[in-house]
């Protein structure tokens, strides 16, 4: 399987980026994992409601780049459906059994994903209500597929 996560901007905290390439790590005995990031458009805090749309609309453009016709892709949006992790890992154990051998998940930027990205998308998942920081997420999201394949794998990891 090829799990891919497509983010926008470049992930800059140390923090963020070694914990993200210790599920990476942990991850490589059940997948191909990547992570590809997406140039991002600079976002002042004073932009109207139609460059706010601007930015995204450039930003999802770039995404879209990154998708190929086969992949099923999970858009993150907090307005998504709610998942727990038992049920995410059997939605993607029944995705391999259904033929989906490349998943990607998209992550917006920091103002969020434009509607024709949300439209490309299988599916959307939503983390919750709260709003996280989209480098957060990555790590997060990170996380719960390593739990997804552990869950599918019977393993006490997941308790
Ligand atoms: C800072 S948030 C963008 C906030 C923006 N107002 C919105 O509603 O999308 C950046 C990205 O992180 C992801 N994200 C943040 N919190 C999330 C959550 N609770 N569930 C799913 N995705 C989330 C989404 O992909 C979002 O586009």
Do not use: W
């Not at 901007?9 to 140390?14: A, F, I, N, P, Y």
């Not at 109207?48 to 450039?58: H, P």
């Not at 997420?137 to 997941?158: C, D, K, W």
């Amino acid at each position: 399987m090829n799990i891919k996560i497509i983010g926008v901007g470049k992930l800059k905290e140390k923090y963020f980026k070694a914990g993200i390439s210790e599920y990476a790590k942990r991850l490589s005995r059940f997948c191909k994992f990547e992570i590809v990031e997406v140039p991002d458009e600079k976002a002042p805090e004073s932009l109207s409601q139609a460059e706010m749309d601007e930015v995204m609309a450039k930003e999802g453009e770039r995404i879209l780049a990154k998708i190929k016709d086969r992949e099923y892709v999970y858009a993150l949006a907090i307005k998504g459906k709610e998942r727990s992790s038992e049920e995410f890992a059997a939605e993607l154990q029944q995705l391999t059994t259904y033929g989906h051998s490349d998943i990607t998940f998209v992550i917006g930027g920091s103002l969020g994903l434009t509607p024709t990205v949300l439209k490309r998308a299988d599916t959307q998942i939503s983390f919750g209500r709260f709003t996280l920081p989209h480098q957060l997420m990555r790590l997060v999201l990170t996380e719960q597929v390593y739990r997804a394949f552990m869950i599918n794998e019977g393993s006490p990891y997941h308790k």
